[in-house]
């Protein structure tokens, strides 16, 4: 039997969705997995209450940015586990 275009289109489009949930759904383990290392070390979780968030990457380079021309120390920036914003450090990156 000839399957009707628009109910192969509806199951693409299904299948599209699908897809899309899954990516979420691995998206939300490794954040998971990522807030499980660092709630190892809670001082961690108090250094996203106290710092300062930035909503992207850019915002948070831009910061670094212009700390470097105070003479700061080279910072880093890193996405946070726990409130997905991003912090600056000087830390040294942990692996
Ligand atoms: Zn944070």
Not at 27 to 41: G, I, T, V
Not at 56 to 63: H, I, Q, S, Y
Not at 71 to 88: I, K, M
Request: charged share 40%.
């Amino acid at each position: 039997m000839k399957k009707n275009p628009q109910t192969r289109k509806r199951m693409r489009r299904r299948q599209k969705e699908r897809k899309k949930q899954q990516a979420a759904k691995r998206r939300e383990d490794y954040y998971l997995r990522l807030a499980a290392r660092y709630l190892d070390d809670p001082r961690e979780y108090s250094m996203c209450l106290s710092k300062e968030r930035y909503e992207t990457k850019g915002a948070a380079l831009a910061a670094a940015n212009r700390r470097l021309m105070y003479d700061a120390p080279q910072l880093r920036v890193y996405n946070c586990p726990f409130c997905r914003g991003w912090h600056l450090t000087s830390k040294p990156k942990r692996l």
